[in-house]
């Protein structure tokens, strides 16, 4: 199945929360979530008794659509966080939060992951003075990510440093005005925005 090209207010009704998939609207009085908090569908507001498992299937599609990543690569990161010392939900959530593209909406160049990913594919940004455009690169602690020089004089890029009203978190050195953000330190699971219960993802990956 290739990736979702539908409309994400489904997705944030479907988890009955907001996933800050569409940018600014997602704060403002026509987010779908505050208008129609239900499921959506023809039988979005009938009561349905959700199965252990269906618990724990909602909890990983909420954060596969949080960060937005495919099946294939979020399993990949599970199995990478298995092997990583330490606790196997946490170090998930940490990887997904170190992803170039994540990053990039973190600092607030970019409205969205979504958009931030397009920018990273189209070649805007370095890690420690070279071009990156994978936007499933994993920065490490002492990473430098920046706007390339020739990006910087762009109308977009202006604009969103003039209209960015993100508070960065502190794992994350930021100096917006030279469009540049230094990892300072590991993310950790509080650093997430919405609530993940990361031991569900972790009991439906060990079925």
Not at 38 to 56: E, T
Not at 177 to 196: F, L, N
Request: charged content about 35%; hydrophobic content about 30%.
């Amino acid at each position: 199945m290739g990736r979702y090209t539908g409309p994400v207010c489904r997705l944030c009704r479907r988890e009955g929360m907001k996933l800050y998939l569409k940018g600014d609207r997602c704060y403002s009085d026509k987010c779908a979530i505050d208008r129609r908090s239900y499921v959506p569908g023809q039988h979005g507001q009938g009561r349905k008794k959700v199965s252990g498992y269906g618990i724990q299937l909602r909890e990983k599609q909420k954060a596969k659509r949080y960060y937005g990543v495919m099946e294939s690569q979020f399993r990949k990161y599970f199995n990478m966080a298995e092997r990583m010392k330490g606790v196997t939900g946490e170090n998930l959530l940490s990887l997904l939060e170190s992803r170039l593209d994540n990053i990039v909406y973190r600092i607030g160049l970019g409205e969205s992951r979504k958009e931030a990913r397009q920018l990273v594919k189209h070649g805007h940004f370095l890690v420690n003075g070279r071009k990156v455009d994978i936007p499933s690169y994993l920065a490490r602690v002492g990473d430098v990510i920046e706007v390339r020089e020739k990006s910087r004089a762009s109308e977009k890029f202006k604009e969103l440093v003039e209209n960015n009203q993100r508070v960065a978190p502190d794992w994350l050195e930021v100096d917006l005005e030279k469009m540049r953000a230094k990892v300072v330190s590991v993310p950790k699971k509080e650093h997430v925005d919405i609530p993940i219960a990361e031991h569900l993802i972790v009991e439906l990956y060990s079925r």
